[in-house]
């Protein structure tokens, strides 16, 4: 594991890249309503992204040849991610796929600005959400907040793991275990990766410069 820790003036950039993020997200917001479909919002996010000097850093985002018996992966197509309902994430917009009321859809949007990341995933009620989902809603985002309070130097990485686990199990959720939390800094996925469930004072101790995300992915019942 390689963790390239970030001096004050990296992290400053850093915090740039992420407010392009966070604004296009407010640019997004008016949008995602009844009748939208997630390419329209997709076109609507690299027309700002664009305008602000900064690039999509998911389009053409991983892209692998066939080799040793493996299938070929093409680039990922999109500016966003658009994640509806029970799709955990990474969906890809489509003109087919057209918002209704009562969904709930998550966006993840990664940018590169002079040269640092910046990446976010934020869910959006549709319209207006039934109840289970409005509730599944506030407890991810409560999950985030505890997982956030635990990113402290000292700490370890289970540390954070283990708050969003606990409380999404209390609140009878759960925490997706195959996808991860990671670093990010020159590339959008660098050390750290961990996974948003653990054990208080297990993995990685927490130094001062190093950034990571923490975007539990928290759904309704059990884990399979």
């Given at each position: ?5 970030k ?5 400053a ?6 407010r392009?993020v ?36 998911y389009?053409?985002?991983g ?8 299938l070929?992966?093409?680039p ?17 917009p ?12 998550g966006?993840?949007?990664?940018v ?10 934020v869910?959006?009620a549709?319209g ?97």
């Amino acid at each position: 594991m390689a963790i390239m820790l970030k001096s004050r003036q990296e992290i400053a950039h850093l915090r740039e890249a992420g407010r392009i993020v966070a604004e296009t997200y407010e640019v997004l917001r008016p949008y995602i309503v009844p009748g939208m479909n997630t390419a329209e919002l997709d076109r609507i996010a690299e027309e700002f992204i664009r305008s602000k000097g900064a690039i999509p850093v998911y389009k053409g985002y991983g892209a692998r040849p066939q080799r040793n018996g493996y299938l070929a992966v093409p680039p990922f197509p999109a500016t966003i991610c658009t994640a509806i309902n029970d799709v955990i994430c990474h969906g890809i917009p489509s003109p087919q796929h057209v918002l209704k009321d009562g969904d709930i859809i998550g966006i993840d949007i990664g940018v590169r600005y002079s040269g640092w990341v910046g990446d976010s995933c934020v869910t959006f009620a549709v319209g207006t959400p039934d109840n289970e989902s409005q509730r599944l809603l506030e407890v991810a985002k409560s999950c985030t907040e505890l997982g956030i309070e635990q990113a402290r130097p000292g700490n370890h990485l289970g540390d954070i793991g283990a708050a969003i686990q606990a409380y999404a199990e209390s609140q009878g959720f759960s925490s997706v275990r195959d996808l991860c939390g990671h670093g990010v800094g020159r590339s959008v996925h660098e050390d750290p990766s961990y996974p948003h469930v653990g054990r208080p004072g297990t993995g990685l101790r927490l130094r001062p410069g190093m950034v990571f995300t923490v975007e539990p992915m928290i759904n309704v019942g059990k884990p399979v």
